[in-house]
């Protein structure tokens, strides 16, 4: 017999003994690959409405596949606008598109999948014939049309808007009817929901909705085709409004542009009215203060002058002699020049009169005296007038002076990016070296230190994408820098933003904070946030953190590791972001964002605080860990 060779021999064996082994490794399926697609970046909603908007588990986050995109576009917008209310919707689609929502609306209308089982009935019979009678028939002495006149004979909707309300919890539907009947929803009207609903009995409320909650689903659940005579008017029955056109870089006039250097209709907007007509509240730490309305109206700017608006700017010092409050950023303001404030005066005072009384201010004694501003104003804003700008001695110098002139005064940056104190105030009421928000519980980083928010080390170019389209690098912005970056600094031209990103590009060098002492975080802390991180993280942003790239080659999914959110001395963007999710802004460069899911609904605030810890000890990181203690103090916007 021929003899083979030892190592041949021990070859042999070794492959007889893993051939057993083979088919478990085999049939491992592979990791997915990224693809960029509607699907993926619609994961966001999944999180609560389901895999593929099918409904959440819960029954209360309802089905949102199948449903007419009018009707889907149009509630998009409402939560935007806050007409209609949920904190959680209302975040996630702050800073998106008309655009980039009609498209989420007409993909998720496009779904054609398989309902879940209707709901056994819980309740009497009787009840259950009242429900019936109500959703097929009607009742013509309380004058309330079948809700299949309106939402099609099988109930499954009707083009363009009006949904379908089947396969949808007892609960959900009790709980929409319900917020009809308190205002606490509302569609454009005409609303004829609201009219409908205010004719209902409780019992009434109850029958209906377990009734269509138990009903089989038709086959084709499609909407039906438009009704040719509805039984009422019905704006939420209209087709949406075409989506509106992405802002220009063009500015309409030198008004209109300085308007929106100052992102001017940000603060001076409330959600849903006409642009500029106040009465949004800007959250302090001594209450609310409400934008003044700056359309030429009587309620308005109709009876002020130039040198009144002059005032205002310069000095916070309103037409009838009033000292305004310091959410009005006059500190800042009082550095740009008269000729700029008289163009601003000018642009206003040409826009369409909107008459919009603002509510008075909601402010806690003895922050709403007069008494109260005078002393503020002695403490921090400066007394002597600001010093003239001296002559740029080359062309760098020029513009690193105009990017100092806009982040000084017209972009007013350090409203945010300041710390400050028990009064609202600092010595140095430009200062850039960061703090927590003024009545909110974001973290606006230090400019001045680039391992906080500083950009002194990097690319100018992935500054100015950043900024002009909320991505740069590995950085987003979230939050209200977000909302700057799609009402304002996207439409700043690009001269502009080169001079604004030359001048953060020159700030001296400060450390934002000591780095705190980290000890070894314990196992049960590593373990639990391993889990947890390899459950809900790593199919997005990598095993090792390492991050997704898009089809475009930038960052679909930004790298956790190294990510100076992650490693902020405050965890509270980064809590932020994992509690509330959230698009990033949609902008001319970034049309259609990744979003990050929401969390809140489904990690307890022991596991975020062990997957932040996880986060932050993690591929090298040495930040502080994060305590159960700390997100609920961070969540409730103490602890700062």
């Known amino acids: 017999m021929h003899k083979l060779p030892l190592w041949q021999l021990l ?3 070794l ?4 051939m057993p082994l083979y088919p478990a490794f085999a049939a491992q399926p592979p990791k997915p690959v990224f693809q960029d697609t509607m699907a993926q970046r619609m994961r966001v909603c999944f999180a609560c409405h ?10 209360y986050y309802p089905r949102i596949a199948g449903k007419p995109a009018g009707y889907l576009y149009n509630q998009l917008r409402y939560f935007q606008t806050g007409e209609r209310r949920h904190n959680l919707m209302s975040r996630l689609v702050a800073n998106l598109s008309d655009a980039y929502l009609m498209e989420i609306a007409e993909y998720f209308s496009a779904l054609d999948l398989p309902y879940a089982a209707p709901m056994t009935p819980r309740v009497p019979a009787a009840a259950m014939a009242r429900g019936r009678q109500l959703a097929l028939q009607g009742d013509a002495q309380l004058r309330l049309p079948a809700c299949a006149a309106c939402h099609g004979e099988q109930l499954t909707g ?3 808007a009006t949904p379908g309300l089947l396969g949808l919890s007892s609960d959900y539907l009790s709980a929409q009817l319900g917020a009809w009947q308190t205002g606490a929803r509302a569609a454009r009207a005409p609303d004829c929901m609201a009219q409908v609903v205010q004719r209902l009995q409780a019992a009434d409320l109850a029958a209906v909705s377990s009734w269509l909650a138990t009903q089989p689903i038709p086959a084709r659940a499609r909407a039906a085709g438009p009704a040719l005579a509805p039984p009422l008017e019905c704006g939420s029955h209209q087709a949406p409004p075409a989506p509106r056109a992405q802002p220009t870089e063009e500015p309409v006039s030198a008004g209109r542009y300085l308007a929106v250097l100052g992102n001017c209709q940000g603060c001076h907007t409330r959600p849903g009215a006409p642009p500029f007509s106040g009465g949004r509240g800007i959250p302090t730490p001594f209450g609310t203060v409400n934008s003044s309305n700056l359309t030429p109206a009587a309620s308005g700017l109709a009876l002020w002058s130039a040198d009144d608006f002059w005032r205002a700017m310069h000095h916070g010092q309103s037409r009838d002699g009033r000292w305004l ?3 009005f950023p006059y500190t800042n303001f009082r550095y740009i020049a008269r000729a700029d404030s008289d163009a601003l005066y000018a642009f206003f005072k040409g826009l369409e009169p909107v008459e919009a009384i603002p509510p008075p201010h909601d402010l806690r004694w003895p922050f709403n005296t007069q008494v109260a501003l005078q002393v503020w ?3 921090y804003l400066p007394r002597s007038e600001p010093m003239p700008q001296r002559a740029p001695q080359s062309a760098a110098d020029t513009q690193q002076q105009r990017g100092a002139y806009l982040v000084q005064g017209l972009g007013h940056c350090s409203v945010c990016h300041m710390p400050r104190n028990a009064l609202g105030g600092n010595a140095d009421m430009l200062s850039l070296e960061g703090g927590f928000i003024a009545g909110q519980s974001w973290y606006a980083p230090s400019l001045r230190d680039p391992l906080d928010g500083g950009v002194q080390n990097r690319p100018a170019a992935e500054v100015r994408q950043l900024l002009q ?15 700057v970056v799609r009402h304002s600094l996207q439409q700043w031209t690009a001269q502009d933003i080169d001079a604004m990103v030359a001048y953060l590009q020159s700030l001296p060098r400060v450390a934002a904070a000591e780095p705190a002492f980290s000890p070894a975080p314990p196992r049960r ?12 993280c790593a199919d997005c942003h990598g095993a090792q953190g390492q991050g997704v790239r898009g089809a475009d080659g930038n960052w679909a999914y930004p790298p956790l590791r190294g990510n100076r959110t992650v490693l902020q001395a405050s965890p509270a963007n980064l809590l932020q972001t994992v509690l509330y999710g959230g698009f990033g802004p949609s902008t001319a460069g970034n049309p259609r964002p990744f979003g990050m899911p929401p969390y809140v609904l489904t990690l307890s605030e022991q596991e975020v605080a062990d997957l932040l810890s996880y986060l932050r000890a993690s591929w090298g990181h040495q930040a502080a860990l994060v305590s159960a203690l700390d997100v609920q103090r961070l969540r409730d916007g103490a602890g700062r």
């Open 11 to 13: 070859a042999l064996s």
């Open 15 to 18: 492959a007889c003994m893993l």
């Open 50 to 59: 389901g895999e593929q908007g099918r409904a959440g588990p819960d029954g």
């Open 158 to 160: 009707r083009l363009p």
């Open 325 to 327: 409050n310091p959410a």
């Open 377 to 379: 104003r002695r403490l």
């Open 469 to 483: 389209s909320g991505r740069g690098g590995a950085d987003r912005t979230s939050g209200p820098m977000a909302e």
């Open 525 to 536: 802390v590593l373990d639990s946030g391993a889990a947890l991180y390899d459950k809900h």
